[in-house]
């Protein structure tokens, strides 16, 4: 059981904002219920709660500085719209449940920014989703500098049938993205940025890591970006075949779509189905 | 190993803080700057930096002595700043008016005080001022060096504060007696903050105690301006010294761009050529 400390003067005024820098939710508490400050000695019309959550957002957003080498148009796009404050501000209280959790290594850190601005942004806000998929963008060769243990798969076709099992061959992601991330970065890397002149649309690409540590992006269709996601080195081409058309019929197409993949580098065969085919 | 000495009267000192840019610059521009400013806690939390004095000069800056504080760092922590300024031979610490530890507000038995992980700006009063003097006291005994007192930028009014920040820092620099650190876009961060002129308030300060100035970016977001050391220094930055040029002896001159992993070397090289236009004798 805990009691309120006694302080008062500078020592209250200086132990209630690192309170509230360091606890966002109990922060988010004096913000709905000023009355709680009140109890322990503060007069809530003395303390701007509002801008004492923004300079949480700052002390955030420096705290992430390590995603810095990850997300370097993400950062510069954060700059550009004025919204760095605003999204560390709101992200503070995951973060700190993160760190909590031990999730510190930078690329911990980028997921879980990643994750969060999942929800931040919605696909209505134009600002907010652009923010969203280059940070996507970013997140997804940060995963594929950061693996470890990649393996390659035998992209060998030796007369696979509905029965073969398709493989990643390293990693591969897929994203779907409003913008072309290198459009983006030509237009904030100018001394003037005019970001009016980003263009937005619907943009699939393939992220790939082989087992030679080469990483490389593709700008791939709808349809394959959908492919690659279904191929999960555990499901068959005639599974893959009944999901994406409900018809195993469609085998022999997808093969010859998978060996496109493959000699891209994307894809492999599971090596038991390889040899017993 | 090279050791950083200012001379009395001598041309003003330009360096960079120490971050992810710093060696990169280094190894195409070694000739433009005279010194690395490394925080203490960067050599604390990873020994290695300090093998940069190998290559430049290091001045030391901290941000763990709490000046401004109710709770006193740890002994230990003093201990370290103390090794670190022996080791770096550096000719004063740069320290924030500001503080990183409070007490916690419930009571629990020998529970640790809060402990931040950025500077905070202090309540503006002389019950502060009293402190900083009193800090101070206890902590120039562990040095062989001189402590310099950096300003805080003000980013809202901190509650039950009495002084505005010009006053606030004219009143410590008296009463403690001790020399200052000019962020100068602190300064502008806060007078722009609290609506106050920046020139008039510039010169309410006893300028001719500025042993070293801080430059670095600063961003407009959600209403109000923000520290920003991933951006280059603004233009009024440039313009406030240039205003109060004839009253400032500032030894050195750093450049804090210490959160991008990059900045425009052309800018970097074209500022810093600027400041020691600004600053020369």
């Known amino acids: 059981m805990t009691g309120v400390r006694s302080l008062s003067g500078g020592a209250l005024a200086h132990s209630v904002l690192a309170a509230g820098l360091v606890d966002p939710d109990l922060l988010s508490t004096w913000i709905r219920e000023p009355a709680r400050l009140a109890a322990i000695g503060v007069d809530p019309k003395t303390i701007d709660l509002d801008s004492l959550a923004d300079f949480a957002g700052l002390v955030e957003k420096v705290r992430q500085n390590p995603c810095r080498m990850y997300l370097q148009l993400t950062f510069r796009l954060l700059a550009l719209t004025g919204l760095e404050i605003e999204l560390f501000r709101d992200y503070a209280p995951t973060s700190v449940r993160r760190r909590q959790l031990g999730l510190n290594s930078p690329i911990e850190r ?100 082989g087992a030679d540590g080469r990483i490389q992006q593709l700008t791939v269709e709808q349809g394959v970006g959908d492919l690659l996601l279904l191929v999960d080195g555990e499901t068959c081409v005639g599974d893959i075949a009944e999901q994406l058309f409900g018809d195993r019929a469609a085998v022999e197409s997808l093969l010859s779509a998978f060996d496109q993949l493959a000699k891209a580098g994307l894809l492999g065969w599971r090596p038991d189905e390889a040899l017993a085919t | 190993m090279e050791y950083l000495v200012p001379e009395p009267l001598g041309p003003v000192l330009v360096g960079l803080a120490y971050g992810p840019m710093v060696a990169g610059f280094l190894e195409r521009h070694r000739s433009f700057i005279d010194y690395v400013e490394v925080a203490f806690e960067q050599i604390r939390h990873h020994p290695p930096t300090a093998r940069i004095q190998e290559d430049v000069p290091v001045l030391l800056h901290c941000s763990s002595m709490s000046v401004a504080g109710y709770v006193p760092p740890r002994e230990s922590t003093l201990d370290a700043i103390a090794d670190v300024a022996r080791q770096t031979r550096t000719p004063w610490i740069g320290e924030h008016l500001a503080f990183i530890l409070a007490d916690r507000l419930d009571d629990r038995v020998n529970a640790d005080p809060t402990e931040l992980t950025y500077t905070v700006c202090p309540q503006l009063s002389m019950e502060t001022i009293e402190r900083v003097e009193m800090n101070l006291g206890r902590l120039r005994s562990r040095f062989s060096v001189p402590i310099i007192l950096e300003n805080s930028p003000q980013y809202f009014a901190t509650p039950g504060s009495t002084i505005a920040m010009p006053r606030f820092i004219a009143q410590v620099a008296q009463v403690c007696n001790v020399d200052l650190l000019l962020d100068v876009t602190h300064f502008l961060i806060t007078t722009s903050n609290m609506e106050l002129d920046p020139l008039e308030s510039l010169h309410s300060l006893p300028l001719e105690r500025v042993v070293e100035i801080h430059f670095s970016g600063m961003s407009m977001q959600s209403g109000r301006w923000w520290d920003d050391h991933s951006a280059p220094a603004p233009e009024q930055a440039f313009e406030l010294i240039e205003g109060a040029k004839d009253r400032i002896r500032a030894k050195a001159v750093t450049f804090e761009y210490n959160w991008a992993l990059s900045m425009p070397e052309s800018v970097v090289i074209e500022q810093i050529a600027r400041a020691r236009e600004l600053l020369a004798v």
Do not use: M
Not at chain 1, 129 to 148: G, K, Y
Not at chain 1, 164 to 179: A, D
């Open chain 1, 110 to 209: 980028v997921d879980g920014l990643a994750n969060f601005v999942e929800s931040w942004a919605k696909d209505e806000d134009p600002v907010r989703s652009l923010i969203r998929d280059v940070l996507r963008h970013e997140h997804a060769l940060a995963l594929l500098f950061a693996a470890t243990g990649v393996l390659g798969a035998d992209a060998r076709r030796v007369g696979p049938s509905g029965r073969s099992i398709p493989t990643h061959s390293g990693v591969v992601l897929v994203r779907t993205l409003s913008c072309d991330p290198e459009q983006v970065s030509r237009v904030i890397r100018q001394r003037i940025p005019d970001l009016a002149s980003i263009e937005r649309g619907r943009w699939t690409f393939a992220y790939h890591r």
